[in-house]
C-alpha cells in the first residue's frame, strides 16, 4: 500500500425528502445565487422543492449552465455574483453545473488580472480561498457533489482545463435518489459507464498490496453490475436508483484511490474524442477502455485478471486469459447498456481520428499518459485505431 | 436503503513516516498536552517520534490513562489542561488513550457544574465545543482515531458511559502501520476481533436494499480474513499491518453504518462481561456473538447467509443451514486467533452470570437491545447461558 492522505470534510444528506433539509444547512444571512443548467429541474419539480426550501432567504437565480461547463457563460455568472455580493452559491444539476459552481467559487475570491489563471495555472485553491457553496444532485454520474475536483471548458481556445483543492469540497451534499425517476436512460447509462470507468481508472494498474482498497473497488463495481439492469429498466425502482447514486458518489468521492496508483489515460484519451466529435463524455471512455487495456495487458494483467474473477466470476484459463476476457465482459456490459464501443459507431469520419490526437497530445507535450506515466503519443495512436 | 447523513472531516495521514507530520499539521501557536497511556509508546520508539516532531512547539505530557480511560484519571489531566490553559491534545495511543483525549476535549470547554454531566445526561458535543485535538495511533482496533464517539468507565460508581457528537473528530490523524510491528500477539488477535465484530454490529441485522454498504462491509472482514493470520504470523509485515490498520479504522468511521440499521447488542452485553470478569473487550464480543446470532437467528438469517457465502464461500444448504455455518465459521475465526470463546475458559466461577447480568439490565431499564429493539433482559440472560 503506498502512503496517502484523506480527508473529505462534505456533509452528505442522502434520501427522500432531503432536499427540504437546505434550509437548515444553509447559514441564515446567507445572500444565495442558486446555479442550474438546461432547465430539466423545473420539469421534475426539484426547482420547486428547492424555491420552497429557500423561503425565507435572500436569493437568486442563474440557469443555462451547459454540460462540459463553459467558461464564457460562467464569467456572466461570475459577474452576477460579484454585482450582487453574493456569499454563498448553491448547485442544482449534474457534474456540470457542480463543476461550473465550483469554478465559480474559486474565481469569485480570486484576487489575480483573470479567473482563467486559476485553469491554466493550474492553481490549487485552498480552505478558506473560495466561497462557500453546496449541491442537490439530480444526474448520478460524476462525483463531483463529494469531490474537489472540477474540468472546464473553454470554446473560444479548444481548451478543456481542470482544477481542485482542498477549498473546493461542496460544504452539504444532497443526494434524493427519486431524481433518478425522471432521467432519461440515455442519462443514466452514462451515469453508469462514467462511474464505472472511474473505478477502472483507480484499480486497473498494477498491484500494491492494497487489499481493503481494491475490495472496495470490486464492490461498487459488483453492486454496478446488479443494480444497471434495473435501473434501466425502471428508474422509478427506488432501491436500484439509490444504490445507483450511491455507487456514483463513492466511485469519485476520492476514498478507491487512496494508497494505490491511477491511470486516468482513458479520460485522457476520451476528452479528445469529445473535443472532436461531441460525444458525450461516458461514451467515449466505453469506446477507449477496451482498446486501452488490451494494448497495455502485460502491464496490467494481474489487476485486470483479479477484476474478472471478483466482479465477473471468471475462473478458468491463464492470467492472461482471464485479462482478455474480463474486458470483453466490460464492453459487453457497456453494450447492454445501448452504449456502442467503436468510434465508427459514432460518426463515418473516423479516419485519421488516431493520428489526429496523437499530434495534439505531441503539440501540448503530454507524452507520459498511464499509471507507469510510459504511454506516448504513438501508443495512444494505436490504442485509438484499436477501436474504429 | 434509508437515509442517512454522512460527514466525517477527520484527516488521515496514512504510512511510513508520517508522524513527522505532526509539526505541519498542529498550528505554531498551540499550546498542547500529549497524553499516553502506560508507556509503551516509550518502548516502541513512537515517543522519541513524537518529541522530535513537536520540537519548537510548546508542548508538556500526561502519561498514565488506563485501558477502559478511568475519570477520575481523566479529572487529573483535565486539571492540567485548565491550570496551563493547554489548546490542543494529542492523543498518542490506542482506543482508550483516544477516547480519553475525546472526553477531555469536551470537558475542557464544558461550563456546567461537573464534566461528568456530558456522559451521564449523554450531552452531545457540538462543532467548536471541544478543544481541538489530534492522534497518532499505536493500535489497530477501535476506530476511534477517525470517528466522533467515546466510551468512558468510572470505577467509584461502577459505569461504563459513552458520549460524542461532531465536535469530537480528531482533526487529524496519523496511522503509521510499523508500529503493528511491536504490538503483542494478543492485543493485534482483540483488534481484529474488535473490528470484525463493529463490522458484524452494522452488518447482521435485516436487509434494506443497501447493496453498496453490504459490499464494503464484506469487504473489511474479507480483508481482515486475509490479513490476519499474517498479521499473528509476522506482525512486522508491512503490507498486513497497513491493510489491518486501515480496515480497523474503516470498520467504524462512519461509512458502513450509513443506510443501514444498527444492532449493538453484543457490544451491550459484552461490556458487562468486562465489568464483572475484567475481560479484554474485544474477547468478550468473540464470547458473547455465537449466542446472540444462533438465539436470532430466524430474524437474521437473510444476512447471516449472505455474510457465509460471501466471506466465508457457504454455497450449499438451507438459508437457515447457511445462516448456522457462518456463526461456526466465525467462531472458529476467532479460535484461531488464540482467543476462547467460551465464558468458562476465562473464568471457574460463571455460574450466575446471565441472571445477574438480566438483573442489571432490568435495573437499569435496558428492556430493548438489538435492531428490532426487542430484545429483554430474559433473552439476554438465555444468551449468556449459551455462552458458559
Known amino acids: ?37 438546461g432547465g430539466s429541474i423545473k420539469k421534475n419539480g426539484v426547482y420547486e422543492q428547492v424555491v420552497q426550501a429557500l423561503e425565507g432567504f435572500q436569493w437568486q437565480e442563474f440557469g443555462g449552465i451547459p454540460a462540459n461547463p463553459e467558461y464564457s457563460v460562467l464569467l456572466e455568472a461570475l459577474k452576477v455574483i460579484k454585482e450582487e455580493k453574493i456569499t454563498y452559491l448553491l448547485a442544482v444539476g449534474g457534474g456540470s453545473v457542480i463543476d461550473g459552481v465550483k469554478f465559480l467559487s474559486a474565481a469569485a475570491l480570486y484576487t489575480g488580472d483573470s479567473p482563467w489563471d486559476i485553469l491554466e495555472k493550474n492553481m490549487r485553491t485552498e480552505e478558506g480561498a473560495a466561497l462557500p457553496f453546496a449541491t442537490v444532485l439530480t444526474l448520478p454520474a460524476t462525483g463531483s457533489e463529494m469531490n474537489s475536483g472540477s474540468v472546464i471548458s473553454r470554446a473560444e481556445t479548444g481548451q478543456k482545463l481542470s482544477m481542485g483543492g482542498p477549498g473546493l469540497f461542496p460544504v452539504f451534499s444532497i443526494l434524493d435518489p427519486t431524481v433518478v425517476a425522471s432521467i432519461p436512460a440515455r442519462q443514466i447509462a452514462n451515469g453508469v459507464t462514467d462511474a464505472f470507468t472511474h473505478v477502472l481508472e483507480q484499480y486497473v494498474t498494477y498491484p500494491v498490496g492494497a487489499i481493503l482498497q481494491d475490495r472496495f473497488a470490486e464492490s461498487v463495481m459488483q453492486s454496478l453490475v446488479e443494480v444497471a439492469p434495473k435501473i434501466m429498466q425502471n428508474p422509478a425502482d427506488y432501491e436500484a436508483a439509490a444504490n445507483f447514486m450511491w455507487c456514483c458518489t463513492m466511485a469519485l468521492n476520492g476514498l478507491l484511490s ?11 484519451i476520451g476528452h479528445e474524442l469529445t473535443a472532436q466529435y461531441h460525444i458525450d463524455h461516458a461514451r467515449t471512455l466505453a469506446i477507449i477502455l477496451p482498446g486501452h487495456y488490451t494494448y497495455n495487458l502485460e502491464a496490467k494483467k494481474e489487476k485486470l485478471a483479479q477484476y474478472g474473477t471478483r466482479v465477473w466470476g471468471i475462473t478458468t484459463g491463464t492470467i492472461e486469459e482471464k485479462a482478455a476476457a474480463a474486458i470483453a465482459k466490460t464492453e459487453a456490459f457497456f453494450n447492454r447498456l445501448n452504449i456502442p464501443t467503436h468510434l465508427s459507431e459514432y460518426t463515418e469520419n473516423y479516419e485519421g481520428t488516431a493520428e489526429k490526437i496523437a499530434a495534439t497530445f505531441t503539440e501540448r507535450g503530454w507524452v507520459a499518459l498511464g499509471e507507469h506515466r510510459n504511454l506516448k503519443p504513438s501508443d495512444v495512436e494505436v490504442i485509438v485505431k484499436m477501436r474504429y
Open 258 to 268: 487512496r494508497g494505490v496508483p491511477g491511470d486516468w489515460a482513458i479520460h485522457a
Open 1 to 37: 500500500m503506498l502512503n496517502f492522505e484523506l480527508k473529505n470534510p462534505t456533509k452528505i444528506l442522502f434520501g427522500k425528502g432531503q432536499i427540504a433539509r437546505i434550509a437548515k444547512e444553509l447559514p441564515k444571512d446567507a445572500k444565495i445565487l442558486m446555479l442550474y443548467g
